[in-house]
């Protein structure tokens, strides 16, 4: 009997199995990540300074304290936080573009704070502690926002 044809076969099962599968066709457009949503200015980070600290009186409105001096609503808020010295913090801005983490507005929010840096906001009209600021507008809004250059969009 023959054995050779029985021993080429053997053979050439090892070089199938080393044969490769065909590439992978190049990721298309809908398979990459989606870049992360910038944050807006407009309609996001002003209407909630709006609400939550210039509408209350005495606050950061239309008819502040003599102590207060800090216009945050719409038309004066942005110019007035970004690339603003913050006054009861020497050398610090109240918003630092593309660095969150040192803008005093996001410490005064959070409430981390020292000595003489003023207290928690948001405060109500009888300069009690406020509701603290959700979370949610930290991390997905005013973070990422500042991140991102604290832009006037």
Known sequence: MNRLPLLLSLLALPACERRSAPPAPPPTASARPAPARLPSWKSEIAPFLVVRCASERRCHGESPTGFVDLDLRAPAAWAQLVGARAEERPGALRVKPGDP????????????LGPREGQRMPRTSAGEPGDPVEPDFLDNALLPWIRAGAPNN
């Open 101 to 112: 983490e040192a803008s005093f507005l996001v410490d005064k929010l959070r409430g981390h």
